[in-house]
Nanobody, 127 residues
Framework: QVQLVESGGGLVQVGGSLTLSCAAS????????MAWFRQAPEKEREVVSA????????KHADLAKGRFTISRDNAKNTVYLQMDSLRLEDTAVYYC????????????????????WGRGTQVTVSS
């Protein structure tokens, strides 16, 4: 089992940057594919970025392409989301998710593919 704790959210101005972190406790972090999702008020949860077990394969949703970067450090049991050029519409609660993956290079983008979730961290972008 994996416990996930997000951090790094906060208030930032349009065009600014934030780096979110997700620390995982439990065993065998390197066996889990990871992802970041977000949910804005009155909207459905949506995938932002996903990364394979070994970090070698990543996927960014169109909303994140060119602005966000997902990465992981398996030695530190942590996955990151670097967010640049933030927009008002990026305001949301950001969640970290984990799922055990057989293949080292797979990533997953559907929320129902993930078994473990953090409680989320609030990101607010202001003008």
């Amino acid at each position: 089992q994996v416990q996930l704790v997000e951090s790094g959210g906060g208030l930032v101005q349009v065009g600014g940057s934030l780096t979110l972190s997700c620390a995982a406790s439990g065993r065998a972090f390197s066996y889990y594919a990871m992802a970041w999702f977000r949910q804005a008020p009155e909207k459905e949860r949506e995938v932002v970025s996903a990364i394979s077990r070994d970090g070698g394969t990543t996927k960014h949703a169109d909303l994140a392409k060119g602005r966000f970067t997902i990465s992981r450090d398996n030695a530190k049991n942590t996955v990151y989301l670097q967010m640049d050029s933030l927009r008002l519409e990026d305001t949301a609660v950001y969640y970290c998710a984990a799922t055990r993956s057989v293949a080292t290079y797979f990533y997953y983008v559907a929320s129902n593919q993930y078994d473990y979730w953090g409680r989320g961290t609030q990101v607010t972008v202001s003008s």
